[in-house]
């Protein structure tokens, strides 16, 4: 614990990239590797999971996914822009899947890469449901959540002899993490889960851009009352790094109002 509380105030000190913080909700994270190497470790596990998948033979659910996912990543470019993060816009290269699988799932790789699981569709009905499933993943893509728990996990992993390879950009290092975070044997699937804090807050920051995008970011409550009418048993919260349907609910009850104020039909 030392070790780590030590390397953050390095970090803090430092001021060379160390330290960001999530558009939106302004939470201090820390990053301590580039979007460029974070990017180039990430697409080729992605390249990897989509050579193996099978693209999804439902045309309409297709151009379900497409249609939402595009409006949402509009409205998201569109925001960032208004609020002098244009910059950032740069590191998106927005793709939209749908594959083949009963698996009740979806996933965001860095750089807009995200992927929507046949077995999660029958809960998102509508497309203000569908929306709020990317609105979440995109959320992730933008809060670079990614960058962070890789980040995490080179302190976990080297504690203080990481600042010389963060700080030196040494690609082998940020590799081998990628292999263990987005690793397709990873034990929860293509990648390892987010921690609660990062599944909330991409709850939050996602209940807004899908309603700036144009989607009733209410449709939120509706498809996590059906996840979880719907699912044979539940994990306790404090067993999973998922939270709880009903806290998750609660919560996004929370954001709702803030959220509202964007959405336009």
């Given at each position: 614990?030392?070790?780590?509380v030590?390397?953050?105030?390095?970090?803090?000190?430092?001021?060379?990239?160390?330290?960001?913080?999530?558009?939106?909700?302004?939470?201090?994270?820390i990053?301590?590797?580039?979007?460029?190497?974070?990017?180039?470790?990430?697409?080729?596990?992605?390249?990897?999971?989509?050579?193996?998948?099978?693209?999804?033979?439902?045309?309409?659910?297709?151009?379900?996914?497409?249609?939402?996912?595009?409006?949402?990543?509009?409205?998201t470019?569109?925001?960032?822009?208004?609020?002098?993060?244009?910059?950032?816009?740069?590191?998106?290269?927005?793709?939209?899947?749908?594959?083949?699988?009963?698996?009740i799932?979806?996933?965001?790789?860095?750089?807009?890469?995200?992927?929507?699981?046949?077995?999660?569709?029958?809960?998102?009905s509508?497309?203000?449901?569908?929306?709020?499933?990317?609105?979440?993943?995109?959320?992730?893509?933008?809060?670079?959540?990614?960058?962070?728990?890789?980040?995490?996990?080179?302190?976990?992993?080297?504690?203080?002899?990481?600042?010389?390879?963060?700080?030196s950009?040494?690609?082998?290092?940020?590799?081998?993490?990628?292999?263990?975070?987005?690793?397709?044997?990873?034990?929860?699937?293509?990648?390892?889960?987010?921690?609660?804090?990062?599944?909330?807050?991409?709850?939050h920051?996602?209940?807004?851009?899908?309603?700036?995008?144009?989607?009733?970011?209410?449709?939120?409550?509706?498809?996590?009352?059906?996840?979880?009418?719907?699912?044979?048993?539940?994990?306790?919260?404090?067993?999973?790094?998922?939270?709880?349907?009903?806290?998750r609910?609660?919560e996004?009850?929370?954001?709702?109002?803030?959220?509202?104020?964007?959405?336009?039909?």
């Amino acid at each position: 614990m030392k070790k780590l509380v030590y390397v953050i105030a390095v970090l803090a000190l430092l001021g060379s990239g160390g330290c960001g913080n999530v558009p939106l909700t302004g939470r201090k994270q820390i990053l301590l590797v580039s979007d460029q190497e974070v990017l180039s470790a990430s697409l080729t596990q992605y390249g990897d999971f989509m050579k193996g998948a099978e693209l999804s033979a439902d045309k309409k659910g297709t151009e379900k996914v497409v249609r939402v996912g595009k409006k949402i990543a509009a409205a998201t470019e569109a925001y960032l822009k208004a609020n002098g993060l244009e910059a950032e816009i740069a590191t998106f290269a927005w793709e939209f899947h749908l594959v083949k699988s009963p698996e009740i799932n979806a996933f965001c790789m860095p750089g807009g890469k995200i992927v929507v699981y046949e077995g999660i569709m029958p809960y998102a009905s509508t497309d203000d449901e569908l929306a709020a499933v990317i609105g979440h993943e995109v959320a992730h893509a933008v809060a670079k959540h990614s960058n962070e728990r890789m980040s995490q996990q080179m302190l976990a992993s080297y504690g203080g002899a990481v600042l010389d390879q963060a700080v030196s950009k040494k690609s082998a290092t940020v590799q081998a993490i990628a292999g263990t975070v987005y690793g397709l044997g990873a034990q929860y699937g293509v990648m390892l889960p987010y921690s609660r804090k990062h599944e909330l807050e991409a709850d939050h920051m996602g209940l807004v851009f899908m309603a700036m995008g144009g989607y009733n970011p209410q449709s939120a409550i509706s498809f996590w009352t059906k996840m979880s009418q719907g699912k044979e048993s539940s994990v306790p919260e404090i067993m999973s790094t998922h939270p709880a349907d009903s806290h998750r609910i609660e919560e996004i009850k929370k954001y709702l109002p803030e959220a509202v104020k964007f959405y336009r039909k």
